[in-house]
C-alpha cells in the first residue's frame, strides 16, 4: 500500500504530561501511518520515551487523545494489549530463566503468535535456548527482548532504543530483524539516538525538543528543507576567540555558521567553492587552521540546525 494513502496506525492529538512542575509532553499531535518505520527522535528529555510510554498505555496523560490501531486505551486495553509488541529502553528479564522458558512464559500472555522455539529461531538464539538469561551478551539480550515483543505476532511494534549499547555487528543483526518484521506490512515507531539506524529503517521520522515536534519528513526530505548539502567543521586552536564569524556568512553559498567550544560549523551549498574560500579568509584574518572536515548533511546536522543541540546532549 502506499504510503501517500495508508490509513493511520497511530494518531496523537493534543497530548500533554507534566511532573510536578516539568512540562514532558506540550501538545503533541502525532500520526503514524500502518505499514511504515517511524522514528522519534530528539535529545535526552525532549519527551520521547514519555510520549512512547503514553501510546503503549503504561503512562496515563494528562490530556490528549492517543487512538492505536482504530482503539483506545480507556475502553479497549485488552484488544490492545493482544496486538501490541514492545520492547523498552531497558527491558528486565529473570536471569534465572533460560531463554526458552522466557519465551514460553511471554507467548502464554498472548492468544496467537509464534511458539517459543519458532520465536528463539526467529532471533538466531538457538545455540542459548538453554542457556540463562543472566549469561547472555548485551546484544543476545536484546535479541531475547526484541523476541519477547514479537512472540505475539503484532500489529504494532514499539522500539524504545532497542540498540543503545551494543556493538556494531549485533546492531545491524537487530536491523536485519526489524526489517524482516517491517516487510511484512505491519508497522513500527521507533526511538532512537543513532542517525545511520533512523535513516536505514524510517520512511518518516519526527523530532521532538521540549515536549513538542518541531520536525516531520523523510530523512531524505529533512535534510533538504533544513541543511545545505555539506557541512564543513574547522578549529582554530587557540585563536578561535578572535574569529570573525559575521565574515564567514558572508561567503558565497554558505547557508549557516555555527560556533561552540572553540569549533565552527558550517552548512555549504557548493564545497568545491566554499572550502576554498574559507582558507582565503582565515588567511586574511590571520587564522590558524589545526583541523578540518566535511561531510554530508545528516539527521543529526539537522537537528543541530533546528535546536542548536546535538541528540546525544544531556
Known sequence: MSAAISPAALRVTGLQKAYQDVVAVNGLDLEVRAGECFGLLGPNGAGKTTTVEICEGLTAPDSGEVELLGLHWNTDADQLRQRLGIQLQDTQLSEKLTVFETLRLFRSFFSQGPGAAEAIALVQLEEKKNSRVGNLSGGQKQRLA???????????????????????????????????????????????????????????????????????????????????????????????????????????????????????EMQVTELHLAVPALLAELTRQNIPLTELSTHSATLEDVFVSLTGRHLRDE
Not at 543503545?164 to 513500527?188: C, H, M, N, V, Y
Not at 555539506?230 to 587557540?238: D, L, P, R
Open 146 to 264: 526484541l523476541a519477547c515483543a514479537l512472540v505475539g505476532d503484532p500489529d504494532f511494534l514499539f522500539l524504545d532504543e532497542p540498540t543503545t549499547g551494543l556493538d556494531p555487528q549485533a546492531r545491524r543483526q537487530l536491523w536485519d530483524l526489524i526489517e524482516q518484521f517491517k516487510s511484512s506490512g505491519r508497522t513500527i515507531l521507533l526511538t532512537t539516538h543513532y542517525m545511520d539506524e533512523a535513516e536505514r529503517l524510517c520512511e518518516r521520522v519526527a523530532i521532538m525538543d521540549n515536549g513538542k515536534q518541531i520536525a516531520l519528513g523523510s530523512p531524505r526530505e529533512l535534510i533538504a528543507s533544513t541543511c545545505a548539502e555539506h557541512m564543513v567543521a574547522f578549529s582554530a586552536g587557540a585563536k578561535a576567540h578572535a574569529l570573525d564569524i559575521a565574515a564567514l556568512r558572508r561567503i558565497q553559498g554558505v547557508r549557516g555558521v555555527r560556533s561552540e567550544n572553540g569549533t565552527v
